[in-house]
């Protein structure tokens, strides 16, 4: 079992920063493959990022791609999401999630988050 909790999400103007956190409780945390899912209203949950156990790998959505940089801190048990030249359509709830595999699909991930809201207003 693992506890996934996220933090760092506000308000921000457009152009902005923000660093989202995700802690990790339970198993060994560098055993599991973690992902950024982030939905906005009235949309479904979409991929938004992922990282390999070790950090070496890393791959983004398109429309996060050159903007938002997935970290770990397997010391720390801690997954970091550093999203930079934030845009209004940013705004959604953003959840981290965690599997033993790396992947881009919500169904395949077992352990979930409660989310943390971004706004970026223009």
């Known amino acids: 079992q693992v506890q996934l909790v996220e933090s760092g999400g506000g308000s921000v103007q457009a152009g902005g920063s923000l660093r989202l956190s995700c802690a990790a409780s339970g198993h060994t945390f560098s055993s599991y493959c973690v992902a950024w899912f982030r939905q906005a209203p009235g949309k479904e949950r979409e991929f938004a990022a992922a990282?390999?156990?070790?950090?070496?790998?890393?791959d983004y959505a398109e429309s996060v791609k050159g903007r938002f940089t997935m970290s770990r801190d397997n010391a720390k048990n801690t997954v970091y999401l550093q999203m930079n030249s934030l845009k209004p359509e940013d705004t959604a709830v953003y959840f981290c999630?965690?599997?033993?595999?790396?992947?881009?699909?919500?169904?395949?991930?077992?352990?979930w988050g409660q989310g943390t809201q971004v706004t970026v207003s223009s």
């Open positions: 990282i390999s156990r070790s950090g070496a790998n890393t």
């Open positions: 999630a965690a599997d033993r595999r790396f992947g881009y699909a919500e169904y395949q991930y077992d352990y």
